[in-house]
C-alpha cells in the first residue's frame, strides 16, 4: 500500500488527511445551507398537509393528469422500468442456459 506524503504537493499531511489551506479540506460549501433548508421544510409541513398533497394528487390523477398518474405510480409501486430490466435479464439468462444445455 502507497503511505501518503508528507504535507507536500498533493495537500495531504502523513494521515492523508487534508492540509491547512487545501481548499478541498473545508467540503461542500452549501451543504449546511442546504441542510438548513430541508431542515425547515420539513418542519413546516404537517402530517395533514401531506395527507391533503396526496389526495390532491390522486383527485388530478383521477382526473387524467397523465403527470399526476405517473407521479403516483411511481412513489407508490414504484417504477415500472425496472420490473422490465429483471423480467429481460431473466429471459437472457433462461435462454443461455437452454443454449449451455
Not at 7 to 13: D, E, I, T, V
Not at 28 to 33: T, V, Y
Not at 84 to 93: A, F, T, Y
Amino acid at each position: 500500500m502507497n503511505e501518503p506524503s508528507p504535507s507536500g504537493s498533493n495537500g495531504r499531511n502523513a494521515r492523508g488527511q487534508f492540509t491547512t489551506g487545501n481548499h478541498a479540506s473545508q467540503g461542500n460549501p452549501l451543504a449546511r445551507r442546504i441542510g438548513q433548508l430541508r431542515s425547515a421544510l420539513v418542519g413546516a409541513v404537517t402530517v395533514e398537509d401531506m395527507v391533503a398533497i396526496a389526495r390532491k394528487l390522486v383527485e388530478q390523477a383521477r382526473g387524467g393528469d397523465v403527470l399526476a398518474m405517473r407521479l403516483l405510480l411511481e412513489r407508490t409501486i414504484g417504477r415500472p422500468v425496472e420490473l422490465d430490466v429483471i423480467e429481460r435479464i431473466e429471459s437472457l439468462e433462461a435462454q443461455l442456459s437452454e443454449v449451455d444445455s
